[in-house]
């Protein structure tokens, strides 16, 4: 895979990890085995722009491996980046409302659609291709957030 061989090639490429690890979320590899991705592509650039999205991917996958409280943790922390823009938020949103955050959860959908009226579930699947079991968990908890 031409991840793999940029990461051997440069393993200082912060980008590779997220890449590698949000491929490997949607591609049916077990989620577990991609958790460390996001975490070193933090280690490696910790003040990197796009840091929200290294946080929603390592909480996406925490969910999907049952750890809720480091998945809630995670989706916090990507919410409240300066940089997360409405899709990162709306991810976020439904991890919140997924790990038990439903009030919170909620005001960020709120916030979602003052910023994207309209936005809903068919605008994240145009972006993250979620398939099977993985997007019937999330449309469920978009649909739940009025999305």
């Known amino acids: 895979m031409a991840l793999r061989r940029s990461i051997s090639l440069n393993p200082s490429f912060a980008s ?10 949607h591609d049916g590899t077990p989620t577990p085995d991609a958790i460390p991705l996001p975490q070193k592509a933090r280690r490696l650039s ?3 722009p796009i840091r929200y ?11 999907f491996s049952g750890d809720l409280e480091n998945a809630r943790r995670l989706a916090r922390d990507a919410a409240r980046d300066p940089n997360a823009h409405h899709q990162a938020q709306a991810i976020a949103s439904w991890l919140l ?5 439903e009030t919170e959860a909620h005001e960020l959908a709120a916030e979602v659609r003052r910023k994207r009226p309209g ?3 068919s605008d994240y699947c145009a972006a993250v291709p979620a398939k099977g079991l993985k997007r019937g968990t999330i449309e469920k908890h978009f649909r739940a957030l009025g999305y």
Do not use: R, V
């Not at 590779?16 to 979320?25: I, K, P, Q, R, V």
């Not at 409302?97 to 955050?101: S, V």
């Open 16 to 25: 590779a990890y997220y890449s590698l690890g949000w491929t490997m979320s």
């Open 119 to 121: 936005y809903g579930f």
């Open 97 to 101: 409302h997924a790990t038990g955050a």
């Open 46 to 48: 910790p003040f990197d």
């Open 53 to 63: 999205a290294f946080d929603l991917l390592e909480s996406d996958l925490c969910f």
